[in-house]
């Protein structure tokens, strides 16, 4: 084989497209990769123009920017999109240079780099967001619990004597609550809702989940669940996973304004090396995997790419906020999991839900449990910390309405001050999670430590690791969560001071 012969083979054999036209744009040369790039074969090409074998480049960029390099001589790197007949996209990285003949095109495949960096630049907007909701909610909490608690007291208080003023107060307070349900809408999709994981069986759950789609769906529709591999567990939040998967089927009735079949299955699966890196963000591992198809309209590559943003939606002017898929999404990211959405027009929808298969033998069933109705006066010493000033005498009042001596504390050196002049006569310890620039787990925890009876309720709207730090807390603990409301906060502090109470989230 002559040195002629070896340099063809060598370039044919480069990932690296080649084309050389000459000053007439004609093809005079391709190799291999050029000819997989442009998927046309070097005879249909060699001996033509590019715009005889492209109709319409002439109007494109990118002949602008073969025009510049054929006129000035200088060379030029740029990426383009280009789309085949069958409508698939790739990206490119083409490399134009003068050559003796007329033009040098190098080009290189990089649409798997391009979709990680769409995935990532989807993700980092998604973080903003993120940041923006969990911020706006945590505030809205306090003032909401601020709410709360205020009506709750003056209604109570005026009662007897002015009915009907009380009865416009349970109007507020309910309009509250409401306004609360939206605030953990938004913990949703910051990543910050507070969830409280168990292990879940999940053939149960599915079974269940069934009858309450069939119930939402209609006579229309028709739902089917699979879950093959009996004992399936999962250790998530049930109640978050139900609110997912209601939220995917919903979407998908919405997709088939006909009529169709939902199809929810369950299986075990590995992603492996591969495919964590072409999509960002995916740690390879054992995942369970929940997937809810549809036989609906479908959706273009356009929507698909933009369907879980915030606020984007498909829906008619007051028909969605566009938040559902973005909630999810937090969701099964907050569980360490992972999200994917294939559709194709008139062909149906699937989203799979990637969940984390390993389940910590130790870890707390962290249920959510209503306070009982007992009584809820008492006259124990409560150091009550609480960094938002007006929810904290807020709560003092509702605790000093009902008997009980406040210790009030903004910041962990409040506290501390306040344990060393009343010591063990503090009966209970009341507590934010957050607290200025430390945390109640922290405070609580040093405490608990020097005075060994007391006992401690934690106060939350949002926590980002609480159920899953192991260190941080004892085995049994009590979880309030923002707002509450008055009743819920002093049932709970009465049946913790009476021992009714050890572990729950109210």
Known sequence: MDTTQTLKLAIDHMSEGVQILDADWRYLYLNRAAELHGRAEADSLLGRTMPECYPGIEETLLWRDLCYVKQSGESRRIEN???????????????????????LIRSLDISDRKLIEQQL????????????AASIAHDFNNKLGIIMLSAQLVRETIADQFPESASQLTYAIAAARSAAEQVQRLL??????????????????????????????????????????????????????????????????????????????????????????????????????????????GMDKLTLDRIFEP???????????????????????????????????????????????????????????????????????????????????TLAAALES???????????????????????????????????????????????????KLKIIYMSGYTESFFHDEAALEDDFILIRKPAMMRDVLQTVRAVLDGRMNKGVI
């Open 81 to 103: 999109e280009f789309i085949y007949p069958d409508g698939e996209r790739r990206w490119f990285e083409l490399h134009i240079e003068s050559h003796p003949r007329g033009l």
């Open 311 to 393: 606020f984007f939606t498909t829906k008619a002017e007051g028909k969605g906020t566009g938040l559902g898929l973005a909630i999810v999404q937090g969701f099964i990211q907050q569980c360490n999991g992972h999200i994917w959405a294939y559709s194709e027009p008139g062909r149906g929808t699937s989203i799979k839900l990637y969940l984390p298969a390993r389940i910590n033998p130790t870890a707390r069933n962290a249920e959510r449990v209503s306070a009982e109705s007992y009584a809820v006066n008492g006259s124990e010493v409560i150091l009550l910390m609480e960094d938002d000033e007006a929810l904290r005498q």
């Open 402 to 452: 009902n008997g009980y001596m406040v210790l009030r504390a903004g910041t962990a050196a409040e506290a501390e001050e306040l344990h060393q002049l009343h010591g063990d006569s503090i009966r209970l310890a009341l507590t934010d999670i957050m607290l200025g620039d430390s945390t109640g787990v922290a405070v609580a925890a040093g405490l608990a430590n020097r005075n060994p």
């Open 188 to 297: 949703g999709l910051s990543r910050k809702q507070l969830l409280a994981p168990r292990v879940v069986e999940l053939a149960r759950f599915l079974d269940a989940l069934k009858g309450q789609v069939g119930l939402l769906l209609g006579s229309k529709y028709s739902i089917e669940t699979h879950c093959p591999e009996s004992g399936t567990q999962l250790y998530v939040d049930p109640s978050a996973l139900e609110d997912a998967l209601l939220n995917l089927c919903i979407n998908a009735r919405d997709a088939m304004p006909g009529g169709g079949r939902i199809l929810v299955r369950v299986r075990n699966t590995t992603l492996d090396e591969e495919y964590a890196r072409n999509h960002a963000g995916v740690t390879p591992g054992p995942f369970v995997l929940i997937e809810v198809s549809d036989t609906g309209v």
């Open 121 to 132: 630049r989807h993700a980092q907007r998604t973080e903003t967001i993120s940041r923006m």
